[in-house]
């Protein structure tokens, strides 16, 4: 028969603090001499305070190992969490809402804006899409230990799209201020990348409706 651990943890803990009890005991009783055992020798001293600091270990380990205790635990510290959130919030004019949003006192919340409908890749431009473009499916890799080795050409390629990403990124951050939408500067970074003759890749990989996911 095998006992769970915590089954175990609790006999083996009983028994330590039965028998660290029963020393205790004895010594009250006087069948054991307390000063002779702290007195009479450092080894004597030393049991004498082994068999204390047993028996208070023992007392530890069976409150912990309480679900009683453990629940008495869990709560102390949540609203331990919660008197400190909210000295937090005092000290920096917060406030929560009844849905636990945060805001500034006298401000109102920010709110979710509306999507605006999928942006499209015209055909006349002849760009060659990825292969989720049209179904927002990606698909694993076959080789995914395979290491590639860029050629020269390949390496050009990559400078050249490192080249645009640097430029839109410039022009994404430069719009960024306040009154700026993200749908505003999502438009001007697809509009960019498509004079650019590139493809904006977050556009629908895994389904992700917009050209700008930061």
């Known amino acids: 028969m095998v006992l ?16 660290a009890e029963g020393i205790c005991r004895r010594i009250a009783r006087g069948c054991i001499s307390k000063s002779a055992e702290c007195v009479g020798s450092p080894t004597r001293s030393s049991t004498y305070a082994t068999t204390i600091s047993l028996q208070q270990s023992s007392q530890r380990r069976v409150l912990s190992s309480s679900p009683l205790a453990y629940s008495s635990s869990v709560d102390a510290v949540s609203e331990s969490t919660t008197r400190n959130a909210a000295k937090f919030d005092n000290k920096h004019n917060y406030e929560r809402t009844s849905e636990n949003l945060i805001h500034r006192k006298g ?5 979710a ?3 605006s409908p999928q942006r499209t ?3 006349e431009l ?3 899409p990825p292969s989720y473009a049209g179904t927002g499916l990606v698909m694993p890799s076959l080789f995914p230990s395979r290491v590639l080795i860029h050629d020269e050409d390949s390496t050009a390629r990559m400078r050249t799209a490192a080249r645009l990403a640097r430029k839109v990124l410039d022009k994404a951050c430069s719009m960024a201020a306040v009154g700026a939408t993200t749908d505003s500067i999502d438009c001007a970074v697809h509009s960019a990348i498509l004079r650019a003759g590139a493809y904006p890749s977050p556009l629908n990989y895994s389904g992700f409706p917009k050209s700008v996911c930061s």
């Open 121 to 123: 890749i015209p055909s």
């Open 126 to 128: 002849n760009i060659d």
């Open 113 to 115: 804006h509306a999507v």
């Open 4 to 19: 769970p651990m915590t089954v175990i943890c609790q006999r083996s803990a009983a028994a330590a603090l039965s028998s």
């Open 107 to 111: 401000r109102s919340p920010v709110t």
